[in-house]
């Protein structure tokens, strides 16, 4: 069974900086790329980030780049996403997603499934 | 960017009854749409990938259709289960927007 378990989110000031994870499992993890979405409370859903399977594609939305960078170590079978500069407006629940395929830009890239969650919070 | 704009953004139906949500893009995106189910408090679940294809284990009841700019997500015979927000997400070209979300509420 595929099973991807966000972590590291927390309370944090704004300017702060903050690293999130996610450990994958059921899967060959290098062979997907992995994404990043993330939910304001009782908004709709921000997609954030992808990399690819090798780790050497990225891609960003506008509202974070610069900021964020996404990343991977495939021998751990985990996704991360470093968070500096933070702002009241990154408040969200995190979450991981599956892709369908290894390439990061690809148009075959639907999510599924998707982690539980982690909740940043950027308040002073 | 692809905007992607759903209609309605709330809607009130009954058991039983058949439900079309409409996804429209910004431009083309071909066949590049996917859809997702999110109920209060858990992550999203995806339902149709590619504007038609059913995900597996997800009722046959659920059925997408369009391409280009325009589609469509039907639940033929809405069952308790089935309240809940639905979202379209284009994957043809980065950054994969979502459509501001669809709740479905019980009448």
């Known amino acids: 069974e595929v099973q991807l378990l966000e972590s590291g989110g927390d309370l944090v000031q704004p300017g702060g900086s903050l690293r999130l994870s996610c450990a994958a499992s059921?899967?060959?993890?290098?062979?997907?790329?992995m994404s990043w979405v993330r939910q304001a409370p009782g908004k709709g859903l921000e997609w954030v980030s992808i990399?690819?399977?090798?780790?050497?594609?990225?891609y960003y939305a506008d509202s974070v780049k610069g900021r964020f960078t996404i990343s991977r170590d495939n021998s751990k079978n985990t996704l991360y996403m470093e968070m500096n500069s933070l702002r009241a407006e990154d408040t969200a629940v995190y979450y991981c997603?599956?892709?369908?395929?290894?390439?990061?830009?690809?148009?075959?890239?639907?999510?599924?499934?998707w982690g539980q969650g982690t909740l940043v919070t950027v308040s002073s | 960017d692809i905007q992607m704009t759903q209609s309605p953004s709330s809607l009130s139906a009954s058991v039983g009854d058949r439900v079309t949500i409409t996804c429209r893009a910004s431009q083309s995106i071909s066949t590049y749409l996917n859809w997702y189910q999110q109920k209060p408090g858990k992550a999203p679940k995806l339902l149709i990938y590619a504007a038609s294809s059913l995900q597996s284990g997800v009722p046959s009841r659920f059925s997408g259709s369009g391409s280009g700019t325009d589609f469509t997500l039907t639940i033929s015979s809405l069952q308790p289960e089935d309240f809940a927000t639905y979202y379209c997400?284009?994957?043809?070209?980065?950054?994969?927007?979502f459509g501001q979300g669809t709740k479905l509420e019980i009448k």
């Open positions: 997400q284009q994957s043809y070209r980065t950054p994969y927007t």
């Open positions: 059921g899967f060959t993890f290098s062979s997907y790329a």
């Open positions: 990399i690819s399977g090798s780790g050497g594609s990225t």
């Open positions: 997603a599956k892709g369908f395929q290894t390439a990061a830009g690809s148009a075959y890239n639907w999510f599924d499934p």
